[in-house]
C-alpha cells in the first residue's frame, strides 16, 4: 500500500530533550516536506526537500533541522525543544513534477513540558 | 507565492450542492489550482486540480474563469462525512513550487 508514515504518532517530552520524528515513503516520491498544525494557524511549512541532500526552509524553521540521507525517509530533528513547538507534525510528500498533489503522513502529535 | 483567500467557514444541508470559492489575484502563469480536504486529527488528502476551465473527479468539480483569479470547488450532494476542512492552493510543481502555503482553510459543516 502506498504511503507515509510517521513515527512516533504521539510524544510528550520535556523542554531541551533533543528528539527525532520519523517520516517515510515507499511512493519513490523525490519531495518531502513537513509541516506543523496549530489551532487558527493552519498548516505551516518547516522544511522540504526535492531529493536527497537537498532540503531548504519552509516559513517556519526556526528550531528544527532535517536531513535526507535517502529517498525515502525524511526525518525531523528538534535539537532543543521548547513548550511553543507543541504542535501537530505532519509529513508529506509528492513526486517531483506532474503536479501539487502531495501525500501525507498521518501526523505526529508532540506536547512539550 | 500566490496567497490565497477563502471564506472562514461555510454551513450546509445533507443532499446539498456546496461551492466554496477561493480568491487568488496573484497566480502565476504556471501554477495549478489545488484542492485538500482535511478530517480533525488526520493529514489533509488531495481533492482535486486543474489550470483552467472546468475539472471534475470522481468526488468534486473545480470551475477556473478565465482570468484565473478565483476558483471554486463544487461538492455534490454532500454527506454529513463531508464535513471537513478544505484548503485551496496554487503553484506548479514542474517550474519549481517547492513552498506552499496552505491557510487556514474554510470549514465546512454539513448538518442532518
Known amino acids: 500500500e502506498a504511503q507515509v508514515t510517521q513515527n512516533p504518532r504521539y510524544l510528550i517530552t520535556v523542554t531541551g530533550k533533543k528528539l527525532t520524528v520519523t517520516c517515510s515513503q515507499n511512493?519513490?516520491?523525490?519531495?518531502m516536506s513537513w509541516y506543523r498544525q496549530d489551532p487558527g494557524l493552519g498548516l505551516r511549512q518547516i522544511y522540504y526537500s526535492m531529493n536527497v541532500e537537498v532540503t531548504d526552509k519552509g516559513d517556519v524553521p526556526e528550531g528544527y533541522k532535517v536531513s535526507r540521507k535517502e529517498k525515502r525517509n525524511f526525518p525531523l530533528i528538534l535539537e532543543s525543544p521548547s513548550p511553543n513547538q507543541t504542535s501537530l507534525y505532519f509529513c508529506?510528500?509528492?513526486?517531483?513534477?506532474?503536479?501539487?498533489?502531495?501525500?501525507f503522513g498521518p501526523g505526529t502529535r508532540l506536547t512539550v513540558l | 507565492l500566490a496567497k490565497t483567500t477563502q471564506p472562514i467557514s461555510m454551513d450546509s444541508y445533507e443532499g446539498q450542492e456546496v461551492n466554496i470559492t477561493c480568491s487568488h489575484n496573484n497566480i502565476a502563469t504556471n501554477d495549478y489550482i489545488t484542492w485538500y480536504q482535511q478530517f480533525p486529527s488526520q493529514g489533509p488528502r488531495f481533492i482535486i486540480q486543474?489550470?483552467?476551465t472546468k475539472v471534475t473527479n470522481e468526488v468534486a468539480s473545480l470551475f477556473i474563469p478565465a482570468d484565473r483569479k478565483s476558483s471554486t470547488l463544487s461538492l455534490p450532494r454532500v454527506s454529513l462525512s463531508d464535513t471537513a476542512v478544505y484548503y485551496c492552493l496554487v503553484g506548479a510543481s514542474f517550474s519549481g513550487t517547492y513552498k506552499y502555503i496552505f491557510g487556514t482553510g474554510t470549514r465546512l459543516k454539513v448538518l442532518a
Open positions: 511512493m519513490n516520491h523525490e519531495y
Open positions: 486543474g489550470y483552467k
Open positions: 508529506a510528500s509528492r513526486f517531483s513534477t506532474g503536479g501539487n498533489e502531495q501525500f
